[in-house]
């Protein structure tokens, strides 16, 4: 069961424009969600993440909005750089516990 | 701080052998998981640990894994006998003690069985 999902499995931006990436999720006990940054052949790495009480957070150029009625989410990064080329998952946990992710998307941004 | 310690990087076998998958967290991260991840799709939660206990292994197909961590810091994973729809990449994550708290990742194990 995808309780996680990433319709969009690519999306290509120019260089300084902003990148906006979905997820929606079917579970509403999920209350903290989170984004995570994939490069090949490493790990994800932790990118931001909004607590269910919430429905916006910020950090530097990534901004996380949270639509509970909705039951979506989405990251915004402007400006975007060649350097957040990369695979951006969407997760979500209910509790702290039963982390699901979604199946990703592979963001190109080009110079 | 130094990351999430997982060996080897990368592993292949015949099917029907058996391998194991060794893990270091981060320093002082009480939490501790095992993720599959299938080419193509998001890691899937195999096992949670909180400190040496199991938290969640609802997910683990325990008729061929196992995982433990007995002294609450580092763990392994085993897979015994391997299937060919084992190949994936396996992630170790650990995260501080508390709810809310993001995992963080190690570089995982890819695995590939022949």
């Known amino acids: 069961d995808q309780q996680v999902k990433q319709n969009s499995p690519s999306l290509s931006v120019q260089e300084g424009r902003i990148s906006i990436l979905n997820c929606d999720y079917t579970?509403?006990?999920?209350?903290?969600f989170l984004w995570y940054k994939k490069y090949p052949a490493e790990g994800p790495t932790f990118l931001i993440s909004i607590s269910s009480i919430k429905d916006k957070n910020e950090d530097g150029r990534f901004t996380v909005f949270l639509n509970k009625s909705a039951k979506h989410l989405s990251l915004h990064i402007v400006p975007s750089q060649p350097g957040d080329s990369a695979v951006y998952f969407c997760a979500a946990s209910a509790w702290g516990n039963d982390m699901r992710f979604g199946a990703g998307t592979r963001l190109t941004v080009k110079p | 701080e130094a990351g999430v310690a997982q060996s080897p990087r990368y592993k292949i076998i015949e099917k029907r052998q058996s391998v194991a998958f060794w893990c270091n967290p981060i320093s002082g991260h009480a939490t501790l998981y095992w993720y599959q991840q299938i080419l193509g799709q998001g890691p899937k939660l195999l096992i949670q640990f909180q400190n040496n206990g199991v938290v969640d292994d609802s997910q683990l197909p325990k008729d061929r894994f196992s995982a433990e961590r007995l002294k609450g810091v580092d763990s392994t994973l085993k897979i015994q006998p391997a299937k060919l729809e084992d190949s994936a990449v396996y992630l170790c994550?650990?995260?501080?003690?508390?709810?809310?708290?993001?995992?963080?990742f190690g570089d995982g194990t890819r695995l590939s069985i022949l």
């Open positions: 579970n509403s006990m999920f209350d903290y």
């Open positions: 994550a650990s995260s501080r003690q508390g709810v809310n708290q993001p995992q963080h």
